[in-house]
């Protein structure tokens, strides 16, 4: 049980262009999904908190413009990268929590490469 | 926000060999689990303690609460368990359980 997909697992596009990445809870209801960024051997970086149903909540120093963050239902949340730049390259994770129950778990990641 | 420090930062074993990974965390949580990052990026949950003692297998951890600290213990390592452990802690007023990271563990297993 608990298992958080992410499609794609790899993306590399052109700068300028848009990509999108989903992320799914496949045996619960996730109330609360989290998106992560991680740069070569460092730690995950928090971009965004959303709630199912409301407007996700950014970091400090995150562009909400930019990161795109929708949850529309209990299993899906997205992450949409617009106008892509290669600084934006990097790995960014997912995670998943139950309402109610304080454990997170992460999903297997999406490497976006930018050229 | 909450600092979460672990140690070391690098660790290199001979296959065989027992270790033990340290987490401090500057203020009360409510959430504590620990990670093994695989070498594809893949977070692997290992242990949810806030408080107490658990085992799985060759893993165990202790979370001393009242003292801010967490520590991991690896017995008999094998080669897959190389890669980056993860401490990571939410604190007792978040309701949403954002959590905050140590900077890792990268274990190195030679056979």
């Known amino acids: 049980g608990a298992v958080v997909s992410q499609h794609p697992s790899r993306v590399i596009c052109k700068s300028g262009t848009s990509v999108k990445i989903e992320c799914r809870s496949l045996?619960?209801?996730?109330?609360?999904m989290f998106w992560y960024r991680q740069f070569p051997k460092k730690s995950l970086m928090l971009m965004a908190t959303s709630n199912e149903g409301s407007k996700a909540t950014y970091e400090q120093g995150v562009e909400k413009d930019k990161f795109l963050i929708n949850h529309a239902s209990l299993t899906l949340s997205t992450l949409t990268v617009t106008s892509a730049h290669p600084e934006d390259s990097s790995f960014y994770i997912c995670?998943?929590?139950?309402?109610?129950?304080?454990?997170?778990?992460f999903g297997p990641g999406t490497r976006l490469t930018v050229l | 926000g909450i600092q979460v420090e672990q140690s070391p930062p690098d660790l290199i074993l001979q296959e065989g060999a027992n270790s033990t990974l340290r987490c401090n965390f500057s203020d009360s949580v409510n959430n504590l689990q620990w990670f093994h990052q695989n070498p594809w990026g893949q977070l692997i949950n290992l242990f949810y303690i806030p408080s107490g003692t658990k085992q799985n297998g060759r893993l165990s951890a202790t979370t001393v609460a009242t003292e801010r600290y967490s520590l991991l213990y690896i017995s008999s390592s094998q080669t897959t368990d190389s890669g980056v452990y993860f401490c990571?802690?939410?604190?007792?007023?978040?309701?949403?359980?954002?959590?905050?990271f140590g900077r890792g563990t990268q274990l190195t297993v030679w056979p």
């Open positions: 995670s998943a929590r139950e309402g109610g129950i304080d454990t997170q778990y």
């Open positions: 045996d619960f209801q996730a109330t609360t």
């Open positions: 990571a802690v939410a604190d007792r007023g978040s309701t949403l359980g954002r959590l905050y």
